[in-house]
């Protein structure tokens, strides 16, 4: 979980937007849902994973994001 976790932040900072925007763009989830996961009270099902992972495959992000991290 906390790896995931840290790929869902790394992509939000990558793309300037936060956590929960990611979330929402890519489930619908409210925006309590990621301080619920970071604090261990809920955690997703596989399909709510693999429908973020999806989301952030779609929405790759910027080359010059990549260029600049690096």
Known sequence: MEQFLEEIAAYAAAVERSPQHI????????????????????SPTLHTVDKIRQYMADNPVPVEAREAAA
Do not use: D, E, F, M
């Open 23 to 42: 979330l929402r763009q890519a489930i619908g989830a409210n925006w309590r849902q990621w301080k619920a996961w970071q604090a261990g009270q809920s």
